[in-house]
Structures are given as structure tokens and as C-alpha cells.
């Protein structure tokens, strides 16, 4: 389990090391070609390295073409309920907000699935709730991903934790993917951001992903929700998961995301969110010391930093994306989990694409291929 791995760093040495990288440790990770490990991501992502981020990028670009050609795959999300039992400080689906509670039935689901089909050619989607074992539990979603098998070629998951058994159940109907998330590796004042619900279990966020992984998904995608803590040392033990995963769950892809938290209502702490040219950084980290892997942004982040993006390592955007429940189907009011930040339609966001001279995939996986 990957929690024996993370009890061995604490949070105040890992920052340490990260603010006393040297120009030299910076330069070794630039220079090496393979074997690059946490402490070459550590270096990588220091300020010690903003002044080397013009190679940075140049190494990122050129790894990323090789590993994926000019390619972008695009995907929806779906969200099937806002119903939450979670009170996480941060999120719109809080269940102390006052807001119309939504759990999609299977004729609106079916008609949300008709809707995202005439907004584009999208074979790709993640399905999303909100964390209501008793009103949307496995039995729900494992009833949704039925719903949309016979629509989609690839399906995703971003759900509430769930056991292996759980997990290799909806992957043996269609699920494709689980992305779980476990916003702050900092275990001291993870409470204080999640104070009540299951998901304020540290621990049990943490092993979360080691379940998916013996479940054989044949992708696991994580991350940390940036601003929460120091985006740094949460980002260091997010590559410190991943490379866990990679070395157990071989058989496994791997899939990393970047959401930077917004200013919410009711906010009550310092945002310590990366400014564009820190998170260019942070992409371009991943890139170098994990060449293989996925690397997503959703429509939180602007049309102008995601175009971009795509042109330094980015392989993965959502396009088209409604955060309420319905929301593709009917005009919502309904307070959605996060803002969209990029507004522009699938078609739009397709021409943009081609024309920084990439190409834009809607299908690349099919089940038949198994």
C-alpha cells in the first residue's frame, strides 16, 4: 500500500528540500535522459528552476510528441448527482449549501447521453457524483456506466471511493477509467478541509487508488486540488503516488490532472494557488520525469492558458463541459460544482486545435480492442 511509502516523508522536510534545491541539482535532472525520480521532480519544480523553464519547455514539447504525436484527446464529463454527503470547505456540492439537491434517473441520464451527443463527436466520457453511498451508491453508478457503454467507446469514473471487487465490477461493463483525487497530502490539515463525511478519512482517501489498482483498471487517474496547501510539496507527493502506482500497478496507464482552486464563497484561508507560469512549470515536471503518462485539463482553466498548453505537454482537455446535474439536457440555475472557465463549444475548441497544428481525437480506445 502506497500509505507505507508516504508515512516515511513528512510535510516540513519535503518543503525543505524542495526550497534549498540547488542550480546544480536543477541542471542534473535537465540533463539526465531516463531514470528520473522524486527527488529530480522536486528539483524540477523549484524556484530554483523557473529560470531553466524556457528548457524545460523544449524538453517537455519534445517528449510529449514523441510519447504522443500531435494529438489532443478530447472527452465530456456527464454529472449524474450533486447530492453530497461530504461538507468539503471548497466545493459547490457542499452538503451544508442550500441548493436543490439532483440525482439523475436513468431516462434524464439517457437524455443528458442524447444531448452531449449533438453538442459533438465525443466517444470519451467521465462520469461524475457527488459522494451519496445511500442515494447514489455503486448500484447507481454501475447502473449509469450500463447507460452509456452502448454510446461511448471509452468511459471514466470520478465517483466516491469504492472497494476492488466494486471497482472490477463496473470495469467488467464498460468503466474504463477511475480518477480519485486526494486534493492535499498534507494529513495535518486535511480535517480542517474536509470536516465531515466519509471523505474526511484521510487514510481512507489515501488507499484508495491501491484498490483501483488491484482491481486492474486499464486506467487510474490522480491529483491534488492546487491552492489548498503549497502546491509544491502537494505536488511532490502526488508524483510520489504516482510513481508508486506505475511500479505496482504495471498493467495499469496512468493519468494525472491539475485543478487550481478558485476563489469560493465562503472562504476562509489564503488560496496558495500556482500563478500560469508555475503550473506551465508543473506540467513540464510531470512531462520530463514521467514521459508516459496522461497529463489533463478541464474547462476550469482559461481557453487562452489551455491552447497553450497543448503546445507543451498537455495530451488531454474536456470540451463543451456543464458541472450541474441536467445541464446539457435542460437550463439549469442550480449552483454548479465549479465554474467554467473555458465557455468555447467542442467545435470551437476542435478548430483551435488544428490550428496550433494538432489534431483533435475524439475515439482512441474501443473495448473490442481488449
Known amino acids: 500500500m502506497f500509505s507505507s511509502i508516504f508515512s ?10 524542495i526550497a534549498t534545491t540547488t542550480l546544480q541539482s536543477v541542471e542534473r535532472a535537465l540533463m ?22 524556457e528548457a524545460m519547455a523544449k524538453k517537455s514539447r519534445e517528449l510529449t510528441l514523441r510519447r504522443f504525436g500531435k494529438t489532443i484527446q478530447l472527452y465530456i464529463p456527464l454529472y449524474l448527482s450533486n447530492d453530497c454527503v ?20 436513468a431516462s434524464e441520464t439517457c437524455a443528458e447521453i442524447a444531448a452531449i451527443k449533438k453538442t459533438g463527436p465525443f466517444e470519451h466520457i467521465l462520469l461524475v457524483t457527488g459522494e451519496s453511498p445511500k442515494n447514489a451508491g455503486f448500484e ?15 468511459i471514466s469514473i470520478e465517483v ?24 492535499t ?40 486540488l492546487l491552492g489548498l496547501e503549497d502546491w509544491r510539496i502537494d505536488s511532490f507527493f502526488t508524483a510520489l ?23 469560493f464563497q465562503g472562504q476562509t484561508f489564503e488560496l496558495r494557488t500556482p500563478s500560469d507560469k508555475e503550473l506551465i512549470q508543473l506540467m513540464c515536471a510531470y512531462r520530463i ?18 491552447d497553450r498548453a497543448m503546445m507543451l505537454g498537455l495530451t488531454t482537455m474536456s470540451a463543451g463541459s456543464r458541472t450541474d446535474p441536467g445541464g446539457y439536457a435542460t437550463s439549469r440555475a442550480e449552483l454548479p460544482q465549479w465554474e467554467v472557465n473555458d465557455s468555447r463549444s467542442p467545435a470551437e475548441i476542435e478548430q483551435k486545435i488544428r490550428q496550433n497544428g494538432y489534431d483533435p481525437v475524439w475515439k482512441d480506445w474501443d473495448a473490442s480492442l481488449e
Not at 447507481?140 to 471509452?154: D, G, M, P, Q, T
Open 140 to 154: 447507481y453508478i454501475l447502473n449509469a456506466v450500463k447507460l452509456c457503454r452502448e454510446h461511448f467507446s471509452s
Open 160 to 183: 466516491q471511493p469504492l472497494g476492488s471487487e466494486e471497482y472490477a465490477e463496473l470495469a467488467e461493463n464498460g468503466a474504463g477509467a477511475v480518477y480519485v483525487y486526494q486534493e
Open 241 to 263: 503516488h504516482l510513481g508508486y502506482l506505475q511500479s505496482t500497478y504495471w498493467q495499469s496507464k496512468f493519468s494525472v490532472s491539475f485543478p487550481r482552486l478558485r476563489p
Open 8 to 17: 516515511k516523508f513528512k510535510w516540513e522536510e519535503v518543503e525543505k528540500q
Open 32 to 53: 539526465k535522459k531516463e531514470n528520473l525520480n522524486v527527488v529530480d521532480f522536486a528539483a524540477l519544480i523549484s524556484a530554483a528552476a523557473v529560470p531553466y523553464l
Open 185 to 224: 497530502y498534507r494529513e495535518e490539515t486535511y480535517k480542517q478541509h474536509h470536516p465531515s463525511g466519509k471523505k474526511s478519512i484521510f487514510e481512507e482517501r489515501l488507499r484508495c487508488p491501491d484498490r483501483v489498482g488491484m482491481a486492474e483498471v486499464r486506467k487510474i487517474g490522480i491529483g491534488a
Open 86 to 105: 461530504n461538507s468539503c470547505v471548497y466545493c459547490g456540492f457542499n452538503h451544508k449549501n442550500h441548493i436543490e439537491r439532483k440525482i439523475l434517473t
Open 289 to 306: 520525469c514521467f514521459p508516459d503518462v496522461e497529463i489533463a485539463l478541464s474547462t476550469r482553466e482559461s481557453a487562452n492558458f489551455r
